[in-house]
């Protein structure tokens, strides 16, 4: 949670909103002006409605190369500002910090090593930024989610690399959380591993790999809440 007062108002731009894009009852893509603003994939924004002192971070969805920038949002029914992210209309005007964060690709593995990235939940969206910014990667993308029609997107990865692992329904490719998969598959110890979503798959899936052998050097991991 991130207050705009304490940010430089050098960072600090207003942006308008492009579009909505409706992925579930809850998920939605939010689409708004980048401003040749430079970024990496994998990096962060730091989002609020224009003139109110309430923000929020958000990956960055879209790709290096497009020339809007993209956000995926889960609208938390408790919360404060996702519930009203979702509710904007075309032309409002937002402000935007960054991008910021290193949870980004090392350029000299980019095109040679190997990739595993794990995520739960709107945990996806640094890795559609990779994915989209670099077709070229090695990668397997493990998506945890309850239900399938939360698998976001799914037609922007390769369907042999994209895993969907679903608790609640068992119309995915496997019945179960992400550190279910991690325990019952073999693990490479040389592949790179990105993890992304909430804190507790996130301690989960660090100890499993690092059970397993995978170095400290090779998980890198950004946590959402
Ligand atoms: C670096 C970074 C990147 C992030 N990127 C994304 C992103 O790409 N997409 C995204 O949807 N969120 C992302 N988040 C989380 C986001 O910043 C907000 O925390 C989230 O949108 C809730 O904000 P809120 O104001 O609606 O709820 P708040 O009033 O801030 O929080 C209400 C409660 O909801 C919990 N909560 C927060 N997120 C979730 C969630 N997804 N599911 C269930 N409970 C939650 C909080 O821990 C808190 O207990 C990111 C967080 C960080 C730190």
């Known amino acids: 949670m991130t207050q705009l007062t304490t940010h430089t108002p050098a960072a600090t ?3 308008t909103v ?8 809850a998920a939605y893509v939010l689409r708004f002006d980048r401003h040749q ?21 958000y990956s960055v969805y879209s790709g290096e ?3 809007y920038f993209e956000v995926l949002i889960k609208e938390v029914l408790e919360g404060d500002v996702s519930r009203r992210l979702k509710k904007l209309k ?24 190997r990739f595993v990235f794990i995520a739960s939940g709107t945990g996806i969206a640094p890795f559609r930024s990779f994915v989209r ?23 922007q990865y390769h369907p042999d690399r994209y ?9 995915s490719n496997f019945n179960g959380r992400v550190t279910d998969y991690l325990r ?6 040389t592949t790179q591993y990105y993890l992304c979503g909430n804190v507790k798959m996130i301690h989960e899936a660090f100890e499993i790999l690092a059970q397993k052998g995978v170095p400290t050097e090779n998980m890198h991991a950004e946590v959402y809440f």
């Open 65 to 67: 190369n497009d020339e």
């Open 133 to 155: 910014s670099y077709p070229q990667l090695d990668y397997t993308l493990l998506h945890g989610v309850r239900y399938s029609n939360e698998a976001y997107e799914r037609d």
């Open 37 to 57: 603003r430079e970024f990496l994939a994998g990096q962060h924004v730091i989002l609020g409605i224009k003139d109110e002192n309430n923000a929020r971070e």
């Open 13 to 15: 731009k207003a942006i």
């Open 163 to 171: 895993i969907l692992c679903t608790t609640g329904d068992t119309s």
């Open 90 to 113: 075309p032309g409002t005007q937002l402000q935007m910090d960054g991008p910021l964060g290193f949870f980004t690709l090392r350029p000299d593995e980019i095109n040679t090593a």
């Open 184 to 189: 019952q598959t073999a693990i490479d110890t």
């Open 18 to 25: 492009q579009e909505i894009r409706n992925l579930t009852p």
